[in-house]
């Protein structure tokens, strides 16, 4: 069994994993060494680790996690991957980037695969059915822009996404969300067309924590599978644990 954690910011994701199939998940404000050392004591058949931090690593985690039997992986831009990297700067690439594309992957191999992560930031991302990854595009998320439009001008409030949006805004709150909503789904399908245009059977895959708001708004055929980055960062560490047997 793996354990895949993923420390954010605001929010730290944890996932068992048997194989490729997820067995557990569950979200906390914070991750704490007592909580890693009763998880893994309740579960004593977890082999490998990887842990992925974009916000602080709680005091007394890494201890915890360096005393597994098998596999710990602190991935970072050094880390081995079984896909081509040709990002020119991979010191500052996210991490949920590469284990997207690295996923999309391995359910696509014969295939170019666009990935489209609508989280805080939206992110397009390409991987190649060679396995290279050349790298993407990104551009503001769906909170962020309703943020952006309150925050950075004197009158506009902030409008939530949840609502009418129609083609004109009849009042000023509409009109936001017709703008934000509307532009996004435009910004992502002309993307896609234009991915599309120059592959052969391209495929989309649509995650992140906006995803269900998009999915079925798109014109374009997506697949949509919200714990990519959880099944990548999983398949990232049996590629490292196979590759030190």
């Known amino acids: 069994m793996n354990l895949v954690l993923d420390i954010g910011n605001t929010r730290s994701k944890v996932f068992l994993f048997a194989g490729e199939e997820i067995r557990e998940r569950s979200g906390h404000r914070e991750i704490s060494s007592s909580f890693l050392k009763d998880l893994l004591e309740g579960h004593p058949q977890v082999r490998n680790a990887i842990l992925t931090a974009t916000g602080p690593i709680p005091g007394g985690v890494l201890p915890v996690l360096e005393e597994i039997p098998g596999l710990f992986l602190h991935l970072g831009p050094d880390t081995p991957l079984p896909i081509r990297?040709?990002?020119?700067?991979?010191e500052t690439l996210g991490y949920d980037r590469i284990a997207g594309v690295v996923e999309a992957h391995a359910r696509f191999p014969q295939n170019d695969v666009l990935v489209i992560d609508a989280g805080t930031a939206l992110t397009f991302d390409l991987i190649t059915a060679t396995g290279d990854f050349p790298g993407g595009n990104i551009s503001p998320?769906?909170?962020?822009?309703?943020?952006?439009?309150?925050?950075?001008?004197?009158?506009?409030?902030?409008?939530?996404?949840?609502?009418?949006y129609p083609e004109v805004g009849t009042t000023t709150e509409e009109a936001i969300r017709a703008g934000v909503v509307q532009g996004m789904l435009t910004e992502i399908d002309g993307t896609i067309d234009?991915?599309?245009?120059?592959?052969?059977?391209?495929r989309v895959i649509l995650t992140g924590g906006d995803a269900f708001f998009f999915d079925k708004k798109l014109k374009n055929s997506i697949f949509v599978l919200p714990d990519l980055t959880a099944y990548g960062l999983n398949r990232i560490l049996e590629f490292n644990a196979q590759e030190t047997t």
């Open 141 to 164: 998320g769906l909170q962020m822009r309703f943020r952006a439009l309150a925050g950075q001008t004197r009158s506009l409030p902030l409008v939530t996404p949840e609502g009418e």
């Open 85 to 90: 990297n040709l990002y020119r700067s991979q």
């Open 194 to 202: 234009r991915f599309a245009g120059s592959r052969q059977d391209l």
